[in-house]
């Protein structure tokens, strides 16, 4: 398969299981997104360990709402933030998480994909 049909079928998997997770929680994100996912993916003839990787990190990216994780919702209270603030800084983070993951799965031999993941992550959170 071509790598930019790849690049395709991942993102949108990641977009839709971010935005589930946005309203849901991330175990509940991505058991509803992984049966249509591998569904798709063995028809259009994806690895499975792409399809995994992108449910897996599109779960965990609820960045723009108070709602969608626990430290969240508690820091929402504590510091009298408003919802349009997670909006804000929360879409932003979950484009450079996006380009990340994209980045990662698709130019970097898949053993080692998820821990270069890690390792980009940290770099981008060290040196913005």
């Given at each position: 398969?071509?790598l ?5 079928i ?19 994100a991505?058991?509803?997104m992984y049966p ?19 449910i897996?990190?599109?779960?965990s990216?609820?960045?723009m ?6 430290t969240?919702?508690?820091v929402?209270?504590?510091g009298?933030?408003?919802t ?18 994209g ?9 080692m994909?998820?821990q270069c ?12």
């Amino acid at each position: 398969m071509l790598l930019c049909a790849q690049a395709a079928i991942t993102s949108c998997l990641y977009i839709a299981t971010g935005a589930l997770s946005e309203i849901l929680t991330n175990n509940a994100a991505a058991a509803l997104m992984y049966p249509i996912a591998a569904a798709a993916g063995d028809k259009l003839g994806v690895d499975p360990k792409l399809i995994s990787v992108s449910i897996m990190l599109g779960a965990s990216s609820a960045f723009m709402s108070p709602f969608g994780y626990q430290t969240n919702l508690m820091v929402y209270g504590a510091g009298n933030y408003k919802t349009m603030e997670f909006i804000k800084y929360g879409a932003g983070l979950k484009v450079g998480n996006g380009r990340a993951e994209g980045n990662t799965l698709l130019y970097i031999p898949r053993e080692m994909s998820v821990q270069c993941f890690c390792w980009a992550c940290l770099e981008f959170i060290k040196y913005g």
